[in-house]
Each structure stands twice: as C-alpha cells, then as structure tokens.
C-alpha cells in the first residue's frame, strides 16, 4: 500500500555530484522520518544521512560536509544531493520512511546503485 521509488543514481567520476530522490506513493496519512542508507559489496548497510518531519538532520561522520539531505513533504520525496564524491561513497543506496498509513511502520526503496570511478 506504501511504494517507495528512488531515482537519480549512476555513474560519476570523483569529485563529482549526483542527486538521488525518493518519492513515497500509497495510501499515505503523513511521514516521520526520512533517510537514505546505503550497502557497498561485502558491507553492512550504513545510514548515511536521516531528516525529521519538522527538518532535522544528521549525517554519518564519512559524508558530513558533503552531502546534503532535503525533503518536500508536499510531493513525500526526500533528496540528497551529493557532492565531492568518492570511490568509498560507490553502494547501492535505499531510501527508508517511517509512514503513517494504514499499516505505520519502515517502507524501504528497491535501491538506486551509485558508482564513482577513481
């Protein structure tokens, strides 16, 4: 009843940018938080960067300074613009929302992989 679809990733040389988005679709009340994680191969998935309802942030320590998170509740899309990218940011990124709809709970994206090349 809740879909999540991202957009955006690809491949990118270093020191380049990208811009991800995530819109949520669904039967929807409102959304809490916002946040994007990401799974490079062989590695656990790792929150990279999340964003309340009300639009606090926090970032991981590796993209802080480089990355920037935004929503726009209007549209129930979340952003991250990345900036200065490096082979270490190159994973799969997923968007998760914490969704109040009929069922409240995490609805996680299929994932948008991100590759940077040295």
């Known amino acids: 009843q809740v879909q999540l679809v991202e957009s955006g990733g690809g491949l990118v040389q270093t020191g380049g940018s990208l811009r991800l988005s995530c819109a949520a679709s669904g039967i929807i009340f409102s959304i809490n938080d916002m946040g994007w994680y990401r799974q490079a191969p062989g590695k656990q998935r790792e929150l990279v960067a999340t964003i309340s309802s009300g639009g606090s942030t926090d970032y991981a320590d590796s993209v802080k300074g480089r990355f920037t998170i935004s929503r726009d509740n209007a549209k129930n899309t979340v952003y991250l613009q990345m900036n200065s990218l490096k082979p270490e940011d190159t994973a799969v990124y997923y968007c998760?929302?914490?969704?109040?709809?009929?069922?409240?709970?995490?609805?996680w994206g299929q994932g948008t992989q991100v590759t940077v090349s040295s």
């Open positions: 998760n929302s914490r969704v109040v709809s009929l069922i409240t709970g995490d609805f």
